[in-house]
């Protein structure tokens, strides 16, 4: 059942001295900044207004995510922090007498509001803002970045060893549930852990001999996987048979569920495999997680991180330094195409096109220019690849595009707060839909930050 809001106060609130009721300033101004019935509409379609016990109030579970993201808390810490402080239990607007919600009932209801409810709560802030005239984009400076998965960095042999692992495990609990109890499945799990450490002793000698013995041992490693797949494909099938047996067996069925997805993955890991053995480097979409299967390795040319494996988000910022657009995706798609789009949605928003659009050489096309202009864009700085001709190298010598480029340069800056300061620099939740949260949230965050430094 929904609760939009929590009940009038109780005593001990009313007994607190003035000095224990007043908010920080920046706590005082996003609280009021969050006191409007836009943020409430997302959440009603996700629960009755009558039936089921009553939810968390929403405008106390905002206030939450805007703390935890403000100060990267894990849900543990979050919840002893906002116990622990007078201050933050009634930003949050939690009585003095009434216990902070559990760590896993806020979990639970990230989950089921799902990235599609906090696009909605970024819109509806971007909606405000420009409302207020605060967000008024005459000025866009747009970059992509990576956002980078929760998992160790990845090769074929260990990704293989994960996998037969999680098949083991997955076989054990499937028949400790009574289903394929006869079906034939040995456990290769310590087989191919012995590889891994082979292949571990192997690469400290780093030299020629030593990466063909690499080799040699992702190609046994891979041999244990095979013989794994053989087995289990069996018990799948058997599994599946006794779960239409016992529709009502939820936790079999989810079992059965995601072993016939980590066979689907690991029949992938050893495509891969075999094409890497063979000499090919470079393979397309190339899976490089079983716990984050929508990660996929990005290369953005730096020198200290040439690959990095996760999701590109993209920014646009605008001249008073709030996010005025963002969106993230699976693998590297190349930048300029996003940029008409995206330029497209913050027009959406503030009702008029800006002035100012800059971005890297990534961006930089003449359609995009065009397209620029046919948006009403008046001053366009996006730097082209290649060697430029006369009349284009005239033009990028100018002091106005000169001026625009410099501009742009600020937007690094802006991604590194991000990381720093709000999370953005790994998304802790996985798959693509859990990185949309993470990043969505992150961003709702330090809008709202943003709103209390441009406003004070």
Known sequence: MLRETEPQATLWDVLLPDEAKRLPAELQAVDAFLDDERFIAPWRALFSRRLGRPSVPVDTLLRLLYLKHRYQFGYETLCREVADSISWRRFCRIGLDRPVPHPTTLVKLVRRAGPEVVDQLNAALLGKLAGDKLLRGRKLRVDTTVVEADIDYPTDADLLEQAVRKVGGLVRRIKGRGAASRTRFRDRGRAAGRRMKQLARTLRRRTGVAMGE????????????????????????????????????????????????????????????????????????????????????????????????????????????????????????????????????????TGRPPGTVTADRGFGTAANDQAMEALGVKRIGLQRNGTPGKARLALERTRRFRRMRNWRVGIEARISHLKRAFGLRRTRLRRLGGARIWAGLGIFAYNLQRMTVVTG
């Not at 001249?319 to 798609?333: K, M, S, V, Y």
């Open 214 to 349: 690499v080799d040699r041992l992702t190609g046994e490693v891979a041999r244990i996987a095979r013989q794994t797949l053989r087995e289990v494909q069996v018990v799948a099938g058997n599994a599946r048979r006794a779960r239409r047996r016992r529709p009502g067996d939820g936790r079999l069925g989810r079992l059965v569920g995601e072993l016939e997805e980590t066979i689907t993955a690991t029949q992938r890991l050893l495509a891969q495999t075999d094409q890497r053995l063979a000499g090919n480097r470079v393979i397309a979409d190339r899976l490089v997680s079983l716990a984050d299967p929508d990660a996929r390795p990005i290369r953005k040319g730096k020198p200290r991180h040439p690959t990095q494996f996760g999701y590109t988000l993209l920014l646009a910022e605008d001249e008073r330094g709030f996010i005025a657009d963002h969106q993230l995706q699976q693998g590297n798609p190349p930048d300029g195409p996003q940029l008409v789009p995206a330029v497209g949605r913050v027009i959406a928003v």
